[in-house]
Antibody, heavy 117, light 107 residues
Framework: QIQLVQSGPELKKPGETVKISCKAS????????MNWVKQAPGKGLKWMGWINTNTGEPTYAEEFKGRFAFSLETSASTAYLQINNLKNEDTATYFCARTGDDYMDYWGQGTSVTVSS | DIQMTQSSSYLSVSLGGRVTITCKASDHINNWLAWYQQKPGNAPRLLIS???SLETGVPSRFSGSGSGKDYTLSITSLQTEDVATYYCQQYWSTPLTFGAGTKLELK
């Protein structure tokens, strides 16, 4: 069955870097893009962008240009989200979600990132 | 950017009743609309794509309708397990955008 399994919770200090993984199984990884979605505590869903798993080309929503980076390890069917120079407002749960014609048909379980000094 | 407006942040519902959740886009999105269900502590779950197409495994008490800018998610005969927050999302254009969510609460 199709699964996206994300890495565990992270506790970081402002200014640090975090890298979250999303390992896919049950389908051909390069046939579907991967989205990243942010959910701040008690808030709604915000699309961060997506990465073309065939070409490796990332697309970022405007708010997420600069400190955020999507990458792949295709041989391991894994997508990554890296956030540099962490800020308090990056405290959130981050989801990876497979692209099914631009809607998101399968989701990871989410990775909680807490930024606190 | 296309803004998605869910007019109700909360809806008070009764078990066995019918619920209608509305979503309005700031521009025409040609039925490129998805609905998701999210329970506390869980990832969202895709319920409907293409405004009306029910995903495999989603109970038939869920249905989607609408066109142009206005869309609706309906739940008939509400069950306990349906108490959750529901989000609409347009995928007509990037950036992909979600509504703010509608949380169902039991009366």
């Amino acid at each position: 069955q199709i699964q996206l399994v994300q890495s565990g919770p992270e506790l970081k200090k402002p200014g640090e870097t975090v890298k979250i993984s999303c390992k896919a199984s049950g389908y051909t990884f390069t046939n579907y893009g991967m989205n990243w979605v942010k959910q701040a505590p008690g808030k709604g869903l915000k699309w961060m962008g997506w990465i073309n798993t065939n070409t490796g080309e990332p697309t970022y929503a405007e708010e997420f240009k600069g400190r955020f980076a999507f990458s792949l390890e295709t041989s391991a069917s894994t997508a990554y989200l890296q956030i540099n120079n962490l800020k308090n407002e990056d405290t959130a749960t981050y989801f990876c979600a497979r692209t099914g014609d631009d809607y998101m048909d399968y989701w990871g379980q989410g990775t909680s990132v807490t930024v606190s000094s | 950017d296309i803004q998605m407006t869910q007019s109700s942040s909360y809806l008070s519902v009764s078990l066995g009743g019918r619920v209608t959740i509305t979503c309005k886009a700031s521009d025409h999105i040609n039925n490129w609309l998805a609905w998701y269900q999210q329970k506390p502590g869980n990832a969202p779950r895709l319920l409907i794509s293409g405004a009306t197409s029910l995903e495999t495994g989603v109970p038939s008490r869920f249905s989607g309708s609408g066109s142009g800018k206005d869309y609706t998610l309906s739940i008939t005969s509400l069950q306990t397990e349906d108490v959750a927050t529901y989000y609409c999302q347009q995928y007509w254009s990037t950036p992909l955008t979600f509504g703010a969510g509608t949380k169902l609460e039991l009366k």
